[in-house]
């Protein structure tokens, strides 16, 4: 330990005895942007303009660094307690204009630049790569302004990447691997897209985004309707496929436009092309379909795989249906859509909810219980918990119940606890189970089930099971 800090303080030395160069003032300058983790803040919400993994990056970024700042802070500082280096003999011209009186060891700035770059890197290796030398340089402008010692910056570093890392225990990184599936017949190769149908969805996705022109760009030949008001994605198909004008048919929208056109798919015995389109595209994603490219080349190819369908009531589905407080969310959310935007609607929406929410009494498999919420899956979900985000299979057989029970005090505190641990699966009120088939009766009145974030009509029954499989086109690289 001694060697150690004899090196340090002449690696310190050695950098306070560099020549004076124009790179000092900024060196100075991002140092003090850098306190309180503010270029980090910044960066993060440029990041979270984007949908998706730089979206995720962003908020696993700036987690990992509130806690690594918290762990540095608190904990690793008052513990080493380690002096700040002697700063008489380093360059008036680089020192900062106010002297610093907490420890030194580890450096604070640089586990908050390593938290936040790991962070996003786990989510978005490109823009954890991108941003690596931002981040050596924070560090580096500890050492070059003196008030570090570079032991105390690599530390730092570490730290933050550490806490980084271990933010996967309680926040699963999405798998970049597409869901497992069964090999699927060969589907009707399309050049250019003959013989494929395809209903575009104008009200699915970002408001300023529009999907068919490009669809038609990609696959020129195929015959690319766009929804009108008084149209469905449902009718519109079945038109074509009554008037055999359709050898294949596509849907380029959300999950609920492609929970639709799988109905009709079905139905018909026929291959779906999903065009992905929507905010989320929570199927596509599974299923391994990332753009509109990606579909397309498996249309003109001749690729496709096989997936698992669930129903509710006879309505197929593809991701989750359930029952209690959700699809009041959900029909919350669209009202308030066309003025907040989608995201900010959802937020209102879950609030107002979870509020007003009134737990629901059902019979599940003749097994009286009383719950908050219930989610059925078309296929096992992870991580566990009650916010599933995806499934390592599409062809399990199998519907994943999940719910939270009402009759648990505090079970909605409780979940929301465990989730910001990562242990919602593990807290009292939860309850989850796989099954071929299962029963609903409500006690508690008519009630209304969502499905692929949509609402269907109020029952007092609700049969929940396996259907046919579904042929998707689909390139898998594995």
């Avoid at 150690?4 to 005895?17: E, M, N, P, Q």
């Avoid at 009630?447 to 007092?460: L, P, R």
Wanted: net charge positive; with cysteine; aromatic share 6%.
């Amino acid at each position: 330990m001694r060697g150690a800090r004899h090196w340090d303080a002449r690696l310190h030395s050695f950098v306070g005895g560099l020549p004076t160069t124009p790179a000092d003032p900024w060196l100075r300058r991002l140092t003090t942007v850098a306190d309180h983790g503010r270029v980090w803040m910044v960066a993060g919400a440029l990041l979270a303009l984007r949908r998706g993994a730089l979206r995720r990056g962003a908020v696993r970024g700036l987690g990992s660094m509130a806690a690594s700042s918290a762990v540095v802070n608190a904990v690793l500082k008052p513990v080493f307690g380690r002096r700040r280096p002697d700063l008489d003999a380093h360059p008036v011209h680089r020192l900062l204009h106010r002297p610093l009186t907490t420890h030194s060891f580890p450096s604070g700035h640089s586990s908050s630049a390593g938290a936040f770059v790991t962070g996003v890197a786990l989510e978005c290796p490109a823009a954890g790569a991108a941003l690596a030398p931002l981040a050596l340089a924070v560090g580096y402008s500890r050492v070059h302004v003196g008030v570090h010692y570079p032991g105390d910056v690599v530390a730092g570093l570490a730290v933050g990447a550490a806490v980084a890392a271990g933010s996967r225990h309680w926040r699963r990184v999405r798998p970049t691997a597409p869901a497992r599936v069964r090999t699927a017949r060969r589907a009707p190769a399309l050049p250019d897209g003959e013989g494929l149908v395809v209903a575009v969805n104008p009200r699915s996705g970002p408001a300023d985004y529009h999907p068919a022109e490009e669809v038609r760009r990609l696959l020129p030949r195929a015959e690319t309707w766009k929804l009108t008001a008084d149209a469905t994605v449902a009718g519109l198909l079945e038109e074509a496929v009554r008037s055999g004008r359709a050898r294949a048919i596509g849907v380029a929208g959300g999950d609920g436009s492609v929970a639709a056109a799988a109905a009709v798919a079905i139905g018909h015995g026929l291959p779906l092309a999903v065009l992905p389109a929507g905010t989320l595209d929570h199927f596509a994603r599974d299923v391994g379909v990332h753009t509109l490219e990606h579909a397309a080349a498996a249309v003109v190819s001749g690729q496709a795989v096989e997936v698992d369908v669930a129903e509710v009531n006879g309505t197929p589905f593809l991701n989750t249906a359930s029952i209690g407080n959700y699809p009041e969310m959900v029909r919350r959310r669209d009202a308030l859509a066309g003025r907040l935007g989608r995201w900010a609607a959802m937020t209102v929406a879950t609030a107002q909810t979870l509020r007003r929410g009134m737990p629901v009494s059902l019979l599940l498999d003749g097994r009286p219980v009383s719950v908050w919420i219930l989610f059925v899956g078309n296929c096992r979900y992870t991580p566990r918990g009650l916010a599933p985000a995806w499934r390592p299979r599409l062809e399990d057989g199998l519907l994943d119940v999940q719910y939270l029970r009402a009759d648990v005090p505090f079970s909605r505190i409780r979940a929301v606890l465990g989730s910001l641990l990562g242990i919602s699966h593990r807290v009292s009120g939860y309850t989850d189970s796989q099954a071929e088939r299962v029963r609903v009766v409500s006690r508690s009145g008519p009630q209304e089930v969502a499905y692929d974030g949509e609402t269907g009509e109020a029952a007092t029954e609700f049969l929940f099971c396996k259907r046919a499989t579904l042929t998707v086109y689909c390139c898998r690289t594995e």
